[in-house]
């Protein structure tokens, strides 16, 4: 399953400095992450200026051993304007080089952006399942 679209661009989280937070249960039966982030870092110093906020949590309500699961998942990432950014994604794989989706978007017209996921995932024996909702505005 591929990332989503704000967990694989240069204005991710992921790919940004700032603090993070992380909690979980001893067995991970639910987990909990909050960031806050302020750009990439370049030569000790942020390459941009726009702040980034994001929290995911996660809870498994059935688990009769790691081969038989339910978790479902949930995150929400804000971000703040006036920075402008590019991204292409791959939609289908990694492995598939076509970028069908093309953004670009000047410093002027970057008014910041919000983003919501819920993702539930099923493992029983060798039958897996994953789906993920994502809205990105």
């Known amino acids: 399953m591929d990332r989503p679209l704000f967990a694989d661009t240069d204005w991710s989280p992921a790919r940004q ?6 909690l979980a249960a001893d067995d991970y039966r639910w987990t909990f992450s909050a960031g806050l982030t302020n750009g990439g870092l370049s030569g000790g110093e942020t390459t941009d200026n726009g702040s980034t906020f994001a929290a995911r949590a996660s809870f498994v309500p059935y688990m009769a051993s790691k081969n038989q699961l339910i978790q479902i998942g949930a995150g929400y990432l ?3 304007g006036g920075d402008g950014f590019d991204d292409d994604q791959r939609v289908v794989s990694h492995i598939d080089n ?3 989706l093309e953004l ?4 002027s017209a970057d008014d910041g952006s919000d983003a919501f996921t819920i ?7 060798s039958f897996h399942a994953m789906a993920e909702v994502l809205r990105l505005h």
């Open 119 to 125: 993702d539930a995932m099923a493992i029983f024996g």
């Open 17 to 22: 400095s700032g603090v993070v937070a992380d």
């Open 78 to 80: 804000t971000r703040g």
């Open 98 to 100: 076509t970028k069908p």
């Open 104 to 107: 670009v978007v000047a410093p």
